[in-house]
């Protein structure tokens, strides 16, 4: 079966940067969008940026250049590399799989990492 599991998460100061990974198992990358989404405390769980099937890259609006969604094919693992960080982005972050190569269906998801940015 797939899976994914994550780490890189921590607690880090204003201003400073975290690389989330995510490795899979189970499943090639070749052709599947994958993701990052996070959820804070109160709030409803929210995009952050993918990696289409063709290579293609899209961001949230609030990302503001700040993070750099990448994968190493050869690994199966994907990144995110985030910098400027802002008390705002705390957050549990998750990585996702679409479990279709013709349009984007999440449903391969990682147990989650906690980023916490302190002020």
């Known amino acids: 079966q797939v899976q994914l599991v994550q780490s890189g998460g921590g607690l880090v100061q204003t201003g400073g940067s975290l690389r989330l990974s995510c490795a899979v198992s189970?499943?090639?990358?070749?052709?599947?969008?994958r993701g990052w989404f996070r959820q804070a405390p109160g709030k409803e769980r929210e995009f952050v940026a993918q990696?289409?099937?063709?290579?293609?890259?899209w961001y949230q609006d609030f990302v503001g250049g700040r993070f750099i969604i990448s994968g190493d094919n050869a690994k199966t693992t994907m990144y995110l590399q985030m910098n400027s960080l802002k008390p705002e982005d705390t957050a549990l972050y998750y990585c996702?799989?679409?479990?279709?190569?013709?349009?984007?269906?999440?449903?391969?998801w990682g147990q989650g990492t906690q980023v916490t940015v302190s002020s």
């Open positions: 990696i289409g099937g063709d290579g293609s890259m």
């Open positions: 996702a799989m679409s479990s279709s190569s013709t349009e984007v269906r999440y449903d391969y």
């Open positions: 189970g499943r090639t990358f070749s052709g599947y969008t």
